[in-house]
């Protein structure tokens, strides 16, 4: 279900599936982004942009902070025991000098996708912060809207819920921009962003993966990617992620746990 109830107030169901990122070294903020939690075999993963968490332009290697810094902890706000309650914890992100998440297992760091698995989770209510992956469900094309859901400019919307930016489909989604699993957007996203989940959202009359048209009760989402930021500065067409990629990631973890328990 798309949507749920709450004081007779009715919120999108997503708007509380991404967790607000501040990266930090030794508990000097420096950079802030966006992530979601799966709940794999190996157990619950943050999953976000490769280079939030190794504070380093995906491309180019530069340093994002402009105090020049490299995080080596995330701080992460969760959902507590109620919708619209938090609890923060802070996750290390390196094992001695080795990094603790984990790259595409085909595409290692050329993908701008990391898994962390979570190891703090006192207080926090797994079940509001999971986005559910579900078989994809809408025929989707150039110029169709969607959406970008996470915390620009580390704020957060009504509610202390998250943002949406929405945007449009830039190139054909069912094929892979430069070669590797990824689309474009035409969103109007900013700093903080880097993370999110980006979602087709819909209501009413929409066309299936079948090719056949259908009428929604209720709202319904594909998830479609993360966010992974702008081509350049000066351009609003971005870099999404596909989640059929995201979903190897993941697969791959969930395996090597299955390998481990013999």
Known sequence: MGAYAEDDVYLAAPSAFPVKLQM?????????????????????LLITARHNLTGRHQDSG??????????????????????????EHVEPLFDGEDPRWREHPRLGPAADIVALPLTQLHGVNLKHNVFPFMPPMFRLTPAEPVS?????????????????TTGFIATEIDLDYGGLPQFLVDARTREG???SPV?????????????????LSL???????????RINKDSDIGVVWKISAV?????????????LRG
């Open 148 to 164: 970008v859901i996470g915390y620009p400019f580390g704020l957060v919307g009504a509610g202390d819920l998250a943002i949406w």
């Open 62 to 87: 530069v340093c994002l902070s402009k105090n020049a810094g490299l995080p080596n902890e995330v701080l992460i706000r969760h959902n507590s025991s109620e919708i619209r309650t938090y609890v």
């Open 199 to 215: 979602l087709a959202y819909r209501t009413g009359m929409v066309r299936m993966r079948d090719g056949q048209s259908r009428i």
């Open 193 to 195: 962003q880097s993370g």
């Open 247 to 259: 979903a190897e990631l993941i697969n791959a973890i969930a395996a090597d746990a299955q390998n």
């Open 219 to 229: 709202p319904a989402w594909d998830i479609l990617g993360i966010y992974s930021g």
């Open 24 to 44: 930090r070294f030794n508990g000097t903020p420096l950079s802030i982004g966006t992530g979601f939690i799966n709940t794999a075999t190996a157990g619950p």
